[in-house]
């Protein structure tokens, strides 16, 4: 019964109205367009949806650890003229490396939401041809045991915006954004749970056009 309800509510006329009410908000202050987000997890898809945009980036639907993600943003070059390697895992999804441990560091990248090896690099060819070194904000989170020192390695990497998305206060990095843990959500510093209205929290507590107009 409790599924079936929730069934309905998610193909109700007041759910599809709300959300869309809450796009209209989104898209009246968002004043940038044909946007870039490299992220470390799927906020990125996320806020394209909302944003009712082209995925103009290739992390979409996918996860890097942060270290990884920092590395990949630091050589973005070097890392996209890669071709994934898969590797055999018991995770239920596709997983690959780029890099060779010689001249650029190996780093993991996990698809989460491919079925397929097949799916996972079409998209991932796809998309990295959509970049706009032009526009490019950067999002990723303080998690994984990433380090001050590792973050900082951003700070002269050359794009529109960025932002660390963290749990604890850091004082040393000035495009730090902290936001409380939510406990009760399965992921607490994730901050991508959503309400019964589709909303996910972290549109509730950051000015996510805001950060995508800084030009």
């Not at 990884?68 to 999804?93: P, T």
């Not at 990095?173 to 309400?195: A, C, F, G």
Request: hydrophobic share 35%.
């Amino acid at each position: 019964m409790k599924r079936k309800l929730i069934e309905l509510w998610k193909n109700s006329f007041i759910l599809k109205w709300v959300d869309n009410h809450y796009t209209k908000k989104f898209l009246k202050k968002l004043e940038n367009d044909n946007f870039t987000i490299l992220c470390s997890n799927c906020v990125g898809g996320i806020i394209y949806h909302r944003a009712k945009k082209k995925f103009l980036s290739p992390t979409i639907n996918m996860f890097f650890l942060q270290p990884d993600f920092v590395e990949f943003c630091l050589h973005l070059d070097e890392y996209l003229h890669e071709k994934l390697c898969f590797i055999e895992n018991d995770m239920g999804h596709p997983v690959a490396t780029l890099g060779d441990d010689v001249s650029l560091k190996k780093i993991k990248l996990y698809f989460n939401h491919a079925k397929t090896e097949d799916e996972a690099n079409n998209d991932w060819e796809k998309r990295k041809q959509r970049i706009d070194r032009d526009n490019l904000y950067i999002m990723l989170y303080n998690l994984d045991g990433i380090t001050i020192d590792e973050i900082k390695k951003l700070e002269n990497v050359k794009c529109n915006n960025k932002i660390v998305l963290t749990a604890t206060p850091l004082p040393e990095i000035s495009w730090s954004y902290q936001i409380e843990p939510v406990m009760t959500h399965k992921y607490p510093s994730n901050y991508l749970e959503r309400d019964m209205f589709n909303r996910f929290y972290l549109e509730k507590v950051f000015d996510i056009p805001g950060f995508l107009n800084k030009k």
